[in-house]
């Protein structure tokens, strides 16, 4: 059975920081490409970052460029989002997915995780 469970939102202030992590099972995380994605209230989602399979080479929507740091470690079948400079605008559900398929040609999203809540507010 495959699952992909967020942790780490939270309330956080305006140019604060957070940490998400990601525990991926039941498929094999070192073969896929990963995303983050976010969905703000009311919004559609939309695509923050993504993670080749091996790690080094990270990708950025450029409303998070320089403020965000996406890694993974395939030994433990994690993957992370480094959120710093935190805006009110980054306040949304934040969800882990996986490629389509394994392999680093981008198929689209694939297995989902059920989102963990960043809300930036002073």
């Known amino acids: 059975q495959v699952q992909l469970v967020e942790s780490g939102g939270g309330l956080v202030q305006p140019g604060g920081s957070l940490r998400l992590s990601c525990a991926a099972s039941?498929?094999?995380?070192?073969?896929?490409?990963m995303y983050w994605v976010r969905q703000a209230p009311g919004k559609g989602p939309e695509w923050v970052s993504g993670?080749?399979?091996?790690?080094?080479?990270?990708y950025y929507a450029d409303f998070v460029k320089g403020r965000f740091t996406i890694s993974r470690d395939n030994a433990k079948n994690t993957l992370d989002l480094l959120m710093s400079s935190l805006k009110s605008d980054d306040t949304a559900v934040y969800y882990c997915?996986?490629?389509?398929?394994?392999?680093?040609?981008?198929?689209?999203?694939?297995?989902w995780g059920n989102g963990t809540l960043v809300t930036v507010s002073s």
């Open positions: 993670i080749n399979v091996g790690g080094n080479s990270e």
């Open positions: 997915a996986s490629n389509g398929k394994p392999g680093n040609h981008d198929y689209g999203m694939g297995y």
């Open positions: 039941g498929f094999t995380f070192s073969s896929y490409l």
